[in-house]
């Protein structure tokens, strides 16, 4: 086969080398799984609920048949499986697995594509820990970079911020961002706590991350738990985990939240910073709620953006060379 | 007033901040974990030259530059002062030596040149990427050395000092790269 990306304007972008890798990756994750006993599953990519996230953006499909007022009903392509998957484990399943694609609208950059590939996972009865290791040997298995150094929030923050992210004031994050010399968005609210988190993690502690060393960060401020539920501490911190190779994010887990009042609140909360953003509120009610109503197991769970591990696998540069076809030519 | 949404930021975009208008010369897109979408930029002043990094929140926009990009003759030089028309209105230009900056070196009368209007004013005036200008001085080369590679200083029509091959002589016309400066090649009357 020549050169994938010599093909012209209708050719891939990623190179053949990269994409028999890719091939290689995506049998290494079916063998990891298949050999601890995990269900391959698939679920619909495009669903009549949708995660309610203050940052995440779904694409909304209007589908026949239209309501008795006559406008179309509207469907969400996913932004990540993670609703059909837990509805699947309150039915019973144990550990499961998918790898499929996710859609994320406004998300375009060297490491974003609005269109993307996930491994998702989960595994009743595992602890945050049990969580964390199993993506340490998924990591060890696919990349062979070593055993991943286990580094919470707070330590990471005050390693390389100098401040500790579960105490410290909303002034004392602004301070810090002036202090490093950080250009801050003029739109961000003095109150806006997790912003301020965002810009100081993604200027000064994601680009040091799993350099050498992979490395999983866990116990995230509470307000930024997503679907992850809360150790009370003191101080409380969410169980949610994530996986840094070489400044790159890859992995977010959680130990899943199984209380539907609780993720109710998180919805509405979303929804309110979503309006203030001015952004659609989105559906509040979904199956998922049913499904925890009516009992989801204690269980762990993770997602793997499978085309940042062929970057990293690779050694690429950019998202755009490990797809054949990113959106501009998708 | 139109302006631009981050979904819409790139390479290229003209923009106003502050007054001042300035090009988007770089964008990077960072986005952490399920954190908020953050845009990076580089941004240069295109009064000053100046490059300035600014970052913003998706769903934050910036002002458009009212810039237009028009062709206009070169008329006259008057001490710091260059005189241009616009070749479709024919109205006249006014630009500093500071606007000019390095183009005074190869504007000859009549030359076509684009030049950039920010709010109807001009900002920044470029010569065509290849110009011939006339040498008035240079040294004498050595006689039979056609060698390229052996450079010497020659002064052209407009004043400017241009590095050519020892064989150029006074009186020749020579052609010119304005983007780098260089001697291209020795052109026939």
Redesign the interface.
């Known amino acids: 086969m020549s050169d994938a990306s010599t093909r012209g304007p209708f050719g891939p972008s990623a190179s053949w080398d990269v994409l028999r890798k890719r091939a290689a990756l995506l049998h290494a994750v079916r063998e990891f799984f298949e050999n601890r006993g995990f269900l391959e599953v698939e679920t619909p990519a495009l669903s009549a609920d949708t995660v309610v ?1 203050r ?2 953006d779904p694409f909304c499909v209007e589908v026949e048949p239209a309501d008795a007022l006559g406008s179309a009903r509207r469907y969400w392509l996913q932004t990540s499986p993670e609703f059909c998957m837990k509805r699947l484990l309150a039915a019973g399943a144990t550990a499961i697995y998918q790898i499929c694609h996710a859609f994320r609208r ?7 594509n609005p269109e993307f590939t996930l491994v998702e996972w989960y595994r009743a009865g595992d602890s945050m820990q049990q969580g964390m290791q199993l993506l340490d040997d998924l990591c060890q298995a696919l990349l062979a970079r070593g055993p991943a150094e286990q580094l919470s929030y707070s330590q990471v923050f005050r390693q390389y911020v100098g401040v500790d992210p579960l105490a410290a004031d909303d002034a004392a994050l602004c301070q810090a961002a002036r202090r490093w010399a ?7 609210a003095p109150d806006d706590r ?2 301020w ?3 100081l ?2 200027e000064r502690v ?1 680009p040091h991350l799993g350099r050498g060393r992979p490395v999983i960060v866990y116990d995230y401020p509470p307000s ?1 738990a ?1 679907l992850a539920r809360v150790r009370p501490g003191p101080p409380p911190v969410a169980e949610r985990f ?1 996986l840094y190779v070489d400044g790159i ?1 890859l992995a ?1 887990g959680y130990h899943e939240l199984l209380s539907a009042e609780e993720l109710r609140d998180r919805i509405r909360r979303n929804n309110l910073w979503r309006q203030r ?3 659609e509120p989105l559906p509040e009610e979904s199956r998922l709620l049913w499904a925890m109503e009516a009992g989801l197991p204690p269980c762990t769970g993770c997602a793997l953006g499978f085309d940042r591990l062929v970057m990293v696998a690779t050694g690429a540069a950019t998202l755009d060379q490990v797809l054949a076809f990113p959106f501009e030519r998708a | 007033m139109a302006s631009y949404n981050t ?1 819409e930021f790139k390479k290229g975009l003209k923009v106003q901040l502050d007054g001042d208008p300035y090009l988007m010369i770089e964008c ?11 845009y ?1 930029c580089k941004l240069r002043n295109l009064l000053r030259g100046t490059v300035i ?8 926009s910036i002002e458009a530059a009212d810039i237009e990009e028009v062709t206009a003759q070169f008329l006259y030089r008057q001490g710091d002062t260059f005189v241009f028309m616009d070749n479709n209105t024919y109205e006249q230009y006014e630009l500093s030596a500071q606007q000019v900056d390095e183009a005074w070196k190869y504007l000859k009368e009549a030359m076509v040149c684009s030049m950039l209007l920010f709010n109807g004013q001009p900002i920044s005036v470029s010569p065509p990427n290849h110009v011939v200008l006339r040498v008035e001085y240079t040294e004498p080369g050595v006689r039979g050395n056609t060698a390229t590679n052996v450079t010497k200083p020659c002064r052209v029509e407009t004043g400017a000092e241009i590095l050519c091959p020892a064989f150029v002589e006074i009186g020749d016309l020579i052609r010119v790269d304005t983007r780098t400066g260089e001697y291209i090649e020795r052109v026939k009357e």
Do not use: C, M, W
């Open positions: 996230d940052h995440l406004q998300e375009r950059g060297p490491l974003h950080i250009a801050v968005p003029s739109s961000l997790d912003g988190l965002d810009l993690l993604a994601q930024q997503a994530e994010e977010n953003d001015g952004k | 979904s990077n897109f960072v986005k952490p974990g399920k954190g908020q979408a953050l990076k990094d600014r970052t913003y929140k998706s769903g934050d």
